[in-house]
């Protein structure tokens, strides 16, 4: 077994079962670039032929938390996929999507994988068991994001992300994205994590494994490059420079129930219903919106505003900077609480 160090490590499993651990292969930084470079208008789009043309989809799925939102981010350089330190912040599946010169990737974030208890006693939407399914199922390949930092999961594959895993075409890649591992002090002791990870207990089929911080973006291109490599003849699914199958809207509810899963306690963010109030493209291109959002009850609205008034600028901030970036346009983004009582009494 070799060990080859470069921030992270990438180790690759034969087909014969027997492990090796290689080198992420040093791609020259000219060649990343190629990658990362912002697609401008001026690109000769037309030069491509099409049968160069080549596409990926790669399902992401794991338990919640894990990070798969973050990394989905990571890898296509935009904040498209709501996320939060909270758990259950993608509620259901929402593609983000990646263009080089010559290839797409299209990602399907979904939401973390629950047990039908879970989906019961937390009143979870049907989503969270549909949506995983379906998304593996379609996927070229399939990436299960494994968390290495909650010491009680970090050496077992769940139950239920196995059974996902069991109900694939047996031709489906699916490769282990071992996230958070910023949080390892001990990086032999990942070592130890893959071999249970991927023994009799785990799923000894992995393609491919990756050690990624996707926060601190440690492995990341190391995985894009991975995956547009893998990618396969065929057309696009999506025009060039499209980030996202979802509505600006909707991106705009998920970016700002991610903020407040953040700065809000507890289950509170949990109970808000979020909305677009108004949605106004302006003469320049500019958006300006008012997102409102509706506390279940007075004493919650005013819980709210005393944990919230002094954040609201800041969380306004962070949206409107995200949805800039996104939609390419300057974005005006107003938040409004309100008790739903209120509502009601004024009809
Ligand atoms: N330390 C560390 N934290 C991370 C890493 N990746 C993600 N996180 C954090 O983990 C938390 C959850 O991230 P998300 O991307 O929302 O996780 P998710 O798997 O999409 O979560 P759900 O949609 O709720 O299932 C956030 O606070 C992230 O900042 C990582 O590599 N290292
Ligand atoms: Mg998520």
């Not at 935009?78 to 263009?99: D, E, G, N, Y």
């Not at 954040?311 to 346009?329: D, F, G, H, P, T």
Request: proline share 4%; net charge positive.
């Amino acid at each position: 077994m070799f060990l080859f160090w470069r921030g992270s490590i990438r180790v690759i499993k034969s087909s014969t079962r027997s492990t090796s651990v290689q080198a992420a292969r040093l791609y020259s930084a000219e060649r990343l670039e190629e990658y990362d470079a912002p697609v401008s208008a001026d690109d000769n789009f037309t030069s491509v032929r099409r049968d160069e043309f080549k596409s990926l989809r790669i399902a992401i799925f794991g338990l919640p938390n894990a990070g798969k939102s973050t990394l989905i981010n990571q890898l296509i350089h935009h904040q498209v996929c709501a996320a939060s330190m909270k758990p259950h912040t993608t509620r259901s599946a929402c593609r983000a999507v990646l263009h080089t010169d010559t290839t797409e990737l299209v990602f399907v974030d979904t939401p973390g994988v629950v047990t039908t208890q879970e989906v019961k006693r937390l009143n979870l939407e049907s989503s969270f068991q549909s949506d995983p399914e379906v998304a593996v199922k379609k996927a070229d390949i399939v990436g299960v994001l494994h968390d290495v930092s909650r010491s009680r999961f970090r050496q077992e594959i769940s139950p239920q992300v196995l059974n996902l895993l069991k109900n694939l075409d047996s031709d489906t890649p699916t490769l282990l994205l071992m996230n958070k591992v910023d949080q390892i002090k001990n990086k032999r002791k990942l070592l130890d994590f893959v071999r249970h990870l991927t023994g009799e207990n785990g799923w000894p089929n992995f393609t491919d494994i990756f050690m990624l911080s996707a926060l601190e973006g440690d492995g990341v291109s190391d995985l894009r490059e991975y995956l547009l490599v893998s990618a396969k003849p065929r057309d696009w699914e999506y025009e060039k420079d499209t980030l996202t199958d979802q509505k600006p809207e909707e991106m705009i509810v998920r970016i700002v129930r991610g903020s407040l899963l953040d700065v809000l306690p507890e289950e509170i963010p949990y109970n808000l219903d979020i909305q677009i109030e108004y949605y106004n493209v302006c003469k320049d291109g500019s958006i300006n919106t008012v997102v409102l959002i509706d506390c279940p009850t007075e004493r919650l609205y005013k819980l709210i505003l005393r944990k919230i008034t002094s954040k609201l600028k800041y969380i306004a901030m962070n949206v409107e900077q995200a949805l800039s970036k996104n939609l390419q346009q300057t974005v005006r983004v107003k938040l409004v609480f309100q008790p739903k009582k209120v509502i009601s009494k004024s009809k």
